[in-house]
């Protein structure tokens, strides 16, 4: 199933990552350094709240998130070791995307969506920082331990800290825009 570009082009803009200026062309918009802290902020809440929803799942279903968040991990350690921020990173959304999933709700979702979308390159900036995938993967180990043991106070809050953090690794980056 083909996708007409100018159809495709239609659907960036309507998510806020193309501009579309008439007779001139369609650019990647850039966020400032205000857009992009917003954006993080509103993830962190909606990634917390996934993660207290989950957290209070039933077992079985507990279990099988747990089982899901365990082999994106894995998955994220390998690509880690190999140095593949794509693998890593498709990971990375796998693991947040199976929480999310969860909880339960679809508004929630489909808002986590649209934040996720206009923060693709910036995560990947984050990522690609040699601090980055390794704290990552050691908060995404607390945040998955928490899920498994049906804590829901624990896992929402480390999962508001884990963007959070990732959001302070960035501050350089954004500093940098900012001048």
Do not use: C
């Not at 077992?59 to 921020?85: F, G, H, N, V, Y």
């Not at 945040?143 to 896992?155: H, K, M, N, Q, V």
């Amino acid at each position: 199933s083909r996708v007409p570009v100018r159809e495709a082009l239609r659907e960036l803009e309507a998510t806020g990552l193309v501009v579309a200026r008439k007779n001139v062309g369609v650019f990647v918009r850039e966020f400032s350094p205000k857009e992009v802290a917003d954006l993080y902020e509103l993830r962190a809440v909606l990634d917390g709240h996934a993660g207290l929803r989950a957290g209070a799942l039933a077992e079985a279903p507990r279990r099988a998130l747990s089982r899901t968040l365990q082999a994106a991990i894995a998955a994220m350690r390998k690509a880690a070791r190999q140095r593949d921020l794509a693998a890593y990173y498709a990971e990375n959304l796998r693991f947040h995307w199976a929480i999310v999933e969860a909880a339960g709700n679809e508004k929630l979702a489909e808002a986590y969506r649209a934040v996720v979308q206009q923060l693709h390159l910036w995560r990947l900036k984050n990522l690609s920082q040699p601090i980055g995938m390794a704290a990552s993967i050691a908060e995404h180990d607390a945040i998955a331990r928490a899920l498994r043991e049906g804590d829901p106070a624990t896992a929402g809050r480390l999962l508001a800290e884990h963007v959070g953090a990732a959001r302070q690794r960035l501050e350089p980056q954004l500093q940098e825009q900012r001048k």
